[in-house]
């Protein structure tokens, strides 16, 4: 029970700090960002981290590149490595802790046992600041492959969606 007591106090002090947080937008930022999956026996294991750097335009413009490096293990196979790289143009709305955005990206998808091709489309996201220059983010890719910008339009159906979760820091 003084175990509870105690955690619960540390975490009712800490709130007025993450409730107070609000953004500062520096004139760049960076994010680190993870997923991973394996199967029930961990056979089969998918590992991915993507990483950004961006520049604000303006203190609601983010521009940047994106970096996506995924690692494939499966038994009795070797790792295999792919990765996507994308130039990004990111809208943030709002001025408070938590801002919404949405944007677009174009780039490519390459690597072993990977279709290479370009890769574009739109994404939405959140990021919410728990410290004046850190952040949470969430965010949310469709990307449509095509092979040239005449492939694009009728790609548009055939695309995946991406999901990441991470930190990212102003500076």
Known sequence: MNRLFKTSM???AMLPAFAMAAPVTGSQEVTLSGAGSSDKDFDSNVLSVQGSWGSYLTDSSLWGVRQTVNASDNEGESVMFSGATRVFYDYLFGDGPARPFV???VGG?????V???FTGGPEIGLKYWV?????????MEYQFLFKSGSDAQDRYDDGAIFYSVGLGYNF
């Open 109 to 113: 998808i390459y690597g072993e046992q």
């Open 131 to 139: 410290q004046d220059n850190v952040f949470i983010t969430g965010m």
């Open 115 to 117: 279709d290479e091709t």
């Open 10 to 12: 540390l975490v009712a």
């Open 103 to 105: 944007g677009l990206s």
